[in-house]
């Protein structure tokens, strides 16, 4: 079974930065696309940003330009570099498989006030 460890989150200001960890159990990052995904409060859980199998990206488009996903292989750990943050990015944000395919970790909050 699976395993998906959120951590990194915070309370920034505007225009701050963070950086998320996702560690997961057993040795899958390499052959499945992950994703990192956020839910706001009273709002559905949306997709961030992906990175496949083969490594290609992709992003929300609001989040395009400020976040960025990587991950470590030997690791098997999943980044999301987070900048610019804004206070609409308040949120617990979570990994999962592109698509998701887990059960959910318990995930990492991220909050954005000055």
């Known amino acids: 079974q699976v395993q998906l460890v959120e951590s990194g989150g915070g309370s920034v200001q505007p225009g701050g930065s963070l950086i998320l960890s996702c560690a997961v159990s057993?040795?899958?990052?390499?052959?499945?696309?992950m994703g990192w995904y956020r839910q706001a409060p009273g709002k559905q859980r949306d997709l961030v940003a992906g990175?496949?199998?083969?490594?290609?990206?992709k992003y929300a488009e609001f989040v395009k330009g400020r976040f960025f996903i990587s991950r470590d292989i030997a690791k098997n750990t999943v980044y999301l570099q987070m900048n610019g943050l804004k206070p609409e990015d308040t949120a617990v944000y979570y990994c999962?498989?592109?698509?998701?395919?887990?059960?959910w970790g318990q995930g990492t909050q991220v909050t954005v006030s000055s």
């Open positions: 990175i496949s199998s083969v490594g290609s990206t």
């Open positions: 999962n498989g592109d698509p998701a395919r887990y059960g």
């Open positions: 057993g040795s899958i990052v390499k052959f499945i696309g």
